[in-house]
């Protein structure tokens, strides 16, 4: 904001009294704290417009989001007929879109770009009210923009910045009036019930932190606690009948479709899952999921070591994706394996600093009743706090570069913030060892969000526009797959396609194992399987026996098998972890020669004689 100064000319002057006029600077942040969403939405068309169409993953998650929307739209049942792994708001504008377009995987990737670019738009908004700066907010909306998260999975990023957004303007932001307080209490409860309509567990984790701060938002204000209370109360009330309300008519619709059992059940079995895992039972070799009455059972996964060509590391490999240890950055080859290292392991750090210090502050501005003071800590908190509800999905469960995106962009917004708060306090302070650890702090955040812009940007797997680097070649198949792939992935993947199709009609069923669902949607053939994803660490017990029987009862035209190791470990590859089902493939189908990657297709022999 520009200030208002006098004239100091001798006897005054035609500018004397008058307001110095704005400079360069302070104009454009101006202009960019009213025009940043604009500017934010032309580069996410312009960023996504390059590579919108690059990349087909045949073991990518935008296939078991088509393929579930497909049977949707067909009359299956979800969580009843086809396991879902999250709610059904996961699945269900997808399959509206097919609706209006089609089964359309071009049609897929644009609407999780609309999401990245919510994401984008999210985090400007809560940086630019923060902060009150344009071009830091801009930075923050444009980072996240930048690396947007793995595609087909951004509800991740967006969640938690749609959660803090609604719960800073409910409970720690003022209201301009006692009208639009409680408008901005429904907001949240929305934001919320639409949370648990997505991924029930992360509504679980916010869910605590709504009721942390309406159980503070009556403290901390002198001599108004009493005025607070009933409002406190009244708008948790209200975020809880605006949560519900959202969820309403899909409980009915459920309930009227015959699967309200199954869609219930999986909001009290994800309690079991959470206290299981808050156990510390995550890291043994065991597998979950949630069974076709929504609830939630741990299970042993059995080793067939007689079968295994990697027993030797079984009980390590049983597990998900090993994560590397801090100790071994310094082990590491290059500098990117050794960011990837550092970045795993320094949100915990931020964490912990950023906990200890604005918790301090919070717990301070309490006893002195400093409403200032209480609101930047709750700032910090919340947005921390919002970001913390995807960390154990990428810290205990899958410490790769897509789970990783997901959870940064909330933490990047939470970082933004915490370092405005620190810059501002070195500023005011005169203390040098402040000064000191309120700048290590801020160096800290900016080395980490440097460290992985550095180690992710480059990586297609963090859904950036290094999806586009050296494909131009266009592959076209089924249901609007019309892709541009590198010179080296368009033969196997037309082979792959021209292969499936060849041996299988329409009506025929097409198995994809173990998690390959790309391949049926590419080429519109019906996968009869109730889980589309399954690896050696999700893979319930009886899943060898299911695997033989099914292929025994729908007698598949053809299967496909992808041998990648899907968890980065030589045992989870499917010929190790699943050995006996392998075996019976290959004893009871022929295999097709050819180069199709990491994948080998079999087909029912009965399919192959007629045309020999």
């Not at 923009?145 to 932001?173: C, D, E, K, Q, S």
């Not at 606690?225 to 899909?250: D, K, M, N, T």
């Not at 009227?256 to 999986?266: K, L, N, T, Y």
């Amino acid at each position: 904001m520009s200030k208002s100064t006098e004239s100091s000319a001798p006897g005054g002057g035609p500018r004397a009294g008058l307001a110095q006029e704005p400079g360069f600077r302070q104009r454009t942040d101006a202009w960019l704290r009213a025009w940043g969403p604009l500017v934010l939405l032309v580069f996410a068309i312009v960023y996504y417009g390059q590579y919108y169409r690059s990349g087909l993953n045949p073991g990518g998650e935008g296939g078991t989001v088509a393929v579930i929307a497909m049977r949707l739209n067909e009359g299956w049942l979800p969580i009843k007929d086809t396991f879902l792994g999250y709610n059904v708001m996961w699945f269900y504008p997808v399959a509206w879109l097919f609706r209006l377009t089609g089964p359309d995987y071009i049609a897929l990737r644009i609407y999780f770009f609309v999401l990245c670019a919510l994401s984008g738009l999210l985090g400007f908004l809560i940086v630019r009210r923060v902060t009150g700066h344009g071009w830091y907010a801009l930075g923050v909306g444009l980072l996240i923009l930048t690396i947007p998260g793995m595609l087909f999975r951004n509800y991740m990023g967006l969640l938690p910045l749609l959660n803090a957004w609604a719960l800073l303007h409910a409970f720690v932001f003022a209201a301009p009036s006692a009208r639009w307080q409680w408008v901005r209490f429904a907001v949240a409860g929305l934001a919320l019930g639409v949370t648990y309509l997505v991924r029930v567990d992360v509504g679980i984790f916010f869910t605590a932190i709504y009721i942390g701060l309406a159980a503070l938002y009556p403290l901390g204000v002198r001599g108004r606690f009493l005025r607070r209370l009933p409002v406190a109360v009244g708008g948790a009330a209200v975020c809880a009948l605006a949560a519900i309300a959202i969820q309403a008519p899909f409980f009915i619709d459920a309930q009227r479709r015959g699967f309200g059992p199954e869609f219930a059940g999986q909001y009290l079995g994800m309690w079991g899952k959470i206290k299981y895992e808050a156990a510390g039972k995550f890291s043994r070799p065991q597998a979950s999921r949630t069974t076709a009455n929504g609830s939630w059972t741990p299970v042993r996964f059995k080793k067939f070591e007689k079968n295994s060509t990697h027993t030797g590391q079984a009980k390590r490999d049983e597990g998900t994706r090993p994560r590397p240890a801090l100790r071994d950055v310094f082990k590491q080859a290059s500098f990117s394996d050794a960011a990837f290292i550092l970045i795993l392991h320094l949100p915990i750090l931020v964490s912990v600093l950023l906990m200890v210090v604005a918790g301090g502050a919070l717990a301070w501005a309490l006893a002195a009743r400093n409403p200032t003071l209480k609101e930047s800590a709750l700032v910090s908190l919340v947005t921390l706090g919002s970001a913390l509800t995807l960390f154990p999905q990428y810290f205990f469960f899958r410490p790769d570069t897509p789970h990783l995106s997901e959870f940064m962009i909330p933490f990047l917004v939470a970082m933004a913030c915490a370092s405005f708060f620190a810059l501002r306090r070195m500023a005011a302070t005169r203390s040098w060892f402040v000064r000191v650890a309120c700048l290590g702090f801020v160096v800290l955040c900016a080395t980490d969000a440097a460290l992985y812009f550095l180690q992710s940007f480059p990586k297609e797997s963090a859904g950036t526009i290094a999806a586009s680097r050296k494909r131009s070649y266009e592959l076209v198949a089924d249901n609007g797959v019309r892709v541009l792939v590198k010179h080296g992935e368009r033969p196997w993947m037309q082979a792959l396609h021209d292969t499936v199709v060849r041996f299988s009609a329409p009506d025929e069923w097409v198995v994809a194992l173990p998690y390959s669902p790309t391949i049926n949607f590419m080429t519109n053939r019906r996968s009869y399987l109730e889980n589309l994803y399954v690896d050696n660490a999700t893979a319930p017990r009886d899943f060898l026996r299911r695997t033989v029987s099914g292929i025994e009862r729908f007698r598949p035209a053809v299967i496909v098998i992808d041998q990648r190791a899907i968890n980065n470990t030589e045992f989870s590859r499917f010929r190790n972890w699943a050995a006996p089902a392998y075996d019976y493939i290959r004893s009871h189908y022929t295999r097709i020669p050819g180069d199709f990657d990491s994948n080998e297709i079999y087909v029912r022999p009965d399919k192959i004689a007629p045309q020999a």
